[in-house]
């Protein structure tokens, strides 16, 4: 058995292409990102207009949508399409508050007279940008609005850009119906540094959540430490591991649904039956070239795609957790085997039952996950990301602070903190007597 990736072997039916990463690109992005955020923290709501003028043409009085407004946008949305935004929305709140539930609060007397609490606090406002380049991704207004809402969060700001021109009606109905406080048509950069520092007119965010662009998320990256941000997502990615009972076609199917998002999106089939692997290899030349995202799907598929055959199941798992993919979907006789196997993954999907897609948009799970090795250290966005997880202290009994003073005085010393160590031997001195060589004779032993 091949339990550990030293002891894999491989054979690659389909390989990435090696495409040196374009350095001068990304230094531009960089660049770009550092320009435009100092020019909206210096100028606020003037720059900012200009800069929506500059990328996405569109100057409207104002970018806030009145309450009016979004009721009317809302009332052009099909009303099935505004049933299935609930229905998915639900999904979504349910999951969150399972997980809501899963943070307990709690205090313990540790020692007599020394109490020890947890509290989850809400932040108190958060900025969730919506994308809206390429698709307008609606889920992502369930993703990262309702999840907060469901945490408590008071006020949520929600940006999304127009698309052409175009109000995207879908998406404020969502961003709406998740609970956003108030919604602006805005995107980009200006978008994310507006919710980030705070304008004339536009609330300032202590998190800013949601997907987005290389130019979004260079924008979170350096604005990280001044607010909290959700992770810093980049290509989709989708892994699947698939044994002999797994069939082809449904495979082939999965690993394009993910290619489409971009032609930068990795999809990676690792598989302990060759046979598989070449006939996955044979539907997915049949079927692309009729994708009607094909213009995205097959760049992916072509650089980025791998078939990787392997001797068994563990060395499946092994291969799977060292690529620490986004979305790993088992497609195996018994795919339940992977939780106790794997732990490298930003979300696994278990069986043929499910999919990747059932999580992107409807399952309830989020769908706001690490990409590019970030599950090695990370999971994705969750209801505990609008929580602050603090602690507190009090100590009642005189003789547990004279204790904990004493020994607070010998600890501190070692370290060479002189001031810590005198606050314990305050209370050391004041509570049991203890001497305070340190303090001047009229100040006695603090009674």
């Known amino acids: 058995m091949s339990g550990t990736l030293e002891d894999v072997v491989t054979k690659h039916l389909k390989s990435a292409v090696p495409v040196a990463a374009d350095e001068d690109r990304s230094r531009s992005v960089r660049e770009t990102v550092s320009e435009v955020l100092a020019d909206i923290r210096r100028r606020g709501d003037t720059a900012v207009r200009e800069y929506s003028v500059k ?9 806030r949508l009145s309450g009016e407004e979004v009721e009317r946008i809302v009332a052009t949305v099909p009303a099935d399409v505004i049933a299935d ?3 998915v929305q639900d999904n979504v709140r349910e999951f969150a508050r399972h997980q809501l539930g899963s943070l307990r609060e709690f205090e313990v007397e540790t020692q007599p007279g020394v109490f020890l609490g947890q509290k989850n606090i809400p932040v108190s406002s958060v900025g969730a940008y919506v994308p809206g380049g390429r698709y307008p991704l609606v889920a992502s207004a369930h993703m990262t609005i309702a999840t907060a809402k469901v945490g408590g969060v008071d006020h949520v700001t929600a940006c999304t850009p127009p698309i052409r021109g ?6 404020v109905a969502a961003m709406a119906l998740a609970g956003a406080d108030e919604i602006l048509l805005l995107g980009g950069v200006q978008a994310v540094a507006a919710m980030g520092f705070g304008t004339e007119t536009i609330r300032k965010a202590e998190l800013i959540a949601g997907p987005g662009n290389a130019y979004v998320a260079e924008a979170k990256r350096q604005l990280f430490g001044e607010v909290g941000i959700d992770l810093l997502a980049g290509p989709t990615e989708i892994l699947v591991v698939a044994d002999e009972h797994a069939d082809p076609f449904v495979v082939a199917v999965d690993l394009l649904s993910q290619a489409e998002h971009g032609p930068d999106s990795p999809a990676v089939l690792i598989t302990t039956s060759a046979e598989l692997a070449q006939r996955v290899l044979e539907h997915i030349e049949r079927i692309l070239p009729d994708m009607p995202t094909r213009d995205f799907a097959a760049p992916a598929w072509q650089n980025h795609g791998e078939v990787i055959v ?21 497609l195996t006789e018994e795919p339940r085997r992977a939780l106790a196997a794997m732990r490298n993954y930003g979300a696994l999907f278990l069986g043929e039952g499910t999919c990747v897609s059932y999580g992107d948009k409807v399952i309830g799970t989020n769908h706001t996950l690490p990409t590019g090795g970030a599950a090695r250290y990370t999971g994705g966005l969750w209801v505990g990301k609008y929580l602050k997880t603090v602690t507190y202290q009090e100590v009642t009994d005189t003789t547990s602070s004279a204790r904990l003073g004493e020994l607070c005085g010998r600890a501190a010393r070692v370290e060479f903190f002189e001031g810590h160590a005198r606050s314990g031997d305050v209370r050391a001195a004041k509570y049991a007597g203890a001497p305070m060589a340190w303090a001047p004779a009229r100040y006695g032993t603090a009674r």
């Open 166 to 171: 175009e109000v995207p009606a879908t998406t």
């Open 310 to 330: 392997v001797d068994d199941l563990p060395a499946a798992y092994a291969l799977a957790d060292d690529y620490a993919s986004e979305h790993v979907q088992i």
């Open 85 to 87: 935004i609930r229905t």
């Open 55 to 63: 990328f996405d043409n569109w100057s409207p009085e104002s970018f």
